[in-house]
């Protein structure tokens, strides 16, 4: 029999899309966030905001404040008594955060809880662009992404240019090409087609960012409006972090629920959720063919909900670059037909740095509401680093009806091959590539490129190609190349670092 004051539901979602004119009259992140709250909470058709037992705020990074889940708190009508932030702004927070407040219902402990976050770096950019251009100091600043994320950067990492996301996650596009015998034109169609459906899931979203429909060809095609970033990301494939949105889920015990008389199909169950880890160290994974904890966090996940991936109705598949739900419908034998998102993912649908899965949430409660049976919600931060799935569900059978352990990070430690050794000092020598990565400039021409390697002991090495050698930058990007594999020789330099060359 189950306890109604033990089951963890959604009665309320919320969220914001701040457009302004003047950025200097737009809200910033936690301005966002109490609007979002206030969304959820109309959502919810109850007066709340005095009766929140647990708030959790996923960190952002526009308007930096350590204390920003603090002050949030305090503004509320009733401080909640419990308050937690997410260590940083990643993008398994939300889920982490809604995950978080089903256990403690199901111990128990709360019996209203609200999870938000709120990202205003379009509002932050252009402030300080208008700022600089009147020759006044800025409040705030440009490129916060690299800023951080190059401030994070190991040595090595930093030596050959590994800065960035837009850096590392072309190196899991490139392997598992390689890994599942793609051809480029095969690998770049599969991620034209996920694209795609996001532009038209997200044409449909009055939320999201970008609403204008997207055909394959435009997810491809070659022009000023579409650049190539980093082999082989072009503009249309990667997160759009420059925006202002904000999201809230509102999870309360069932019996909270139904005491307050909310409508039974307003009702969304919160099922289990799964969450593992790679090595923060992205040099120190054990392959870049597959991601082992993104791997056990959705089989987990369906495990732990007594579920198949037939039982699956809607999906969102994290998507900062293609690689991520390219590897996770593989997992979840996710058919490229069917949407990888239910609010437009991270290009249309809006990439607000850590809450973007807060926005599939919410989005995902109302396709729920509209008679989906389970949906399935695959969250990724870092550089594929944290992985964290869960299960959403119209029906009460799938509901937590008891606390969890969602680590699952032994599972995939099953699933992992063996590390191999990184060389940070090594020498140079024979080597065959692993995977690779070449950045773009502005002029359409390939800034230089980085090799991993693996040596003859299966040791893997990092290496450099100067953008100024055509004939090795067109090797690694020819649309009919498979550079992964090929030999070559990695020769010091006068800087330390290796210059690779291809062998014949």
């Not at 009147?134 to 401030?151: D, F, V």
């Not at 850096?167 to 034109?185: C, H, S």
């Not at 495990?303 to 109705?313: H, P, R």
Request: contains cysteine; glycine residues 8%.
């Amino acid at each position: 029999m189950t306890d109604d004051r033990r089951t963890p539901v959604i009665i309320g979602v919320g969220e914001i899309c701040d457009r302004p004119d003047d950025p200097f009259d737009g809200l910033e992140s936690r301005q966002l966030m109490h609007a979002a709250i206030a969304a959820a909470e109309r959502d919810s058709t109850l007066s709340l905001r005095d009766k929140i037992d647990w708030l959790g705020v996923e960190d952002q990074i526009s308007f930096p404040d350590p204390e920003i889940a603090d002050r949030l708190a305090s503004e509320l009508p009733s401080r909640p008594p419990r308050v937690v932030k997410t260590e940083d702004a990643s993008g398994d927070g939300p889920v982490r955060l809604i995950n978080d407040a089903a256990n403690l219902i199901a111990e128990g402990e709360i019996s209203v809880a609200v999870g938000v976050g709120g990202e205003a770096l379009r509002t932050a950019n252009k402030r300080a662009q208008i700022e600089k251009s009147k020759g006044k100091a800025p409040t705030s600043k440009t490129n916060l992404i690299a800023e951080l994320a190059a401030r994070s950067a190991r040595p090595l990492a930093r030596a050959y240019g590994l800065l960035t996301p837009i850096d590392v996650y072309p190196l899991y596009e490139n392997a598992t090409r390689a890994a599942w015998g793609q051809t480029f034109v095969e690998a770049q169609a599969e991620t034209a087609a996920i694209w795609s459906g996001f532009s038209q899931v997200a044409s449909q979203n009055p939320m999201a960012w970008l609403r204008t429909p997207k055909s394959e060809a435009d997810i491809l095609c070659d022009d000023p409006g579409n650049p190539m970033l980093s082999f082989p990301y072009r503009k249309l494939m990667v997160a759009n972090g420059s925006v202002n949105m904000g999201a809230a889920v509102i999870v309360t015990s069932l019996a909270f629920a139904r005491e307050n008389s909310v409508p039974e199909n307003r009702i969304v169950y919160v099922g289990r959720g799964a969450a593992s880890h790679e090595p923060d160290d992205f040099l120190a994974r054990d392959s870049y063919e597959h991601s082992a904890s993104l791997s056990a966090s959705i089989s987990k996940t369906l495990e732990f909900n007594g579920l198949d991936a037939s039982d699956i109705d809607c999906v969102e598949l994290y998507s900062c670059f293609p690689c991520i739900p390219k590897m996770a419908r593989r997992v979840l034998n996710w058919p490229l037909s069917k949407p990888h998102s239910v609010y437009g993912g991270l290009t249309f649908g809006g990439g607000p740095i850590g809450n973007c899965m807060a926005h599939a949430a919410a989005r995902m409660v109302l396709k729920l509401r509209g008679g989906d049976r389970n949906g399935m919600i695959v969250a990724n931060g870092g550089y594929a680093t944290h992985n964290h799935a869960i299960v959403l569900s119209g029906s009460p059978a799938r509901s937590v009806q008891c606390a969890m352990d969602y680590r699952v990070d032994d599972t995939a430690a099953t699933l992992r091959k063996k590390q191999p050794a990184l060389l940070k000092g090594y020498e140079g020598g024979p080597g065959t590539i692993e995977t690779f990565v070449a950045p773009f400039a502005r002029d359409g021409r390939a800034n230089h490129a980085t090799i991993v390697a693996r040596n003859e002991a299966g040791d893997r090495f990092l290496a450099t190609i100067d953008g100024d050698d055509r004939k090795a930058i067109e090797r690694l990007t020819a649309s009919d190349a498979q550079p992964v594999g090929c030999a070559g020789m990695a020769s010091p330099m006068p800087d330390g670092r290796l210059r690779w060359d291809f062998r014949s």
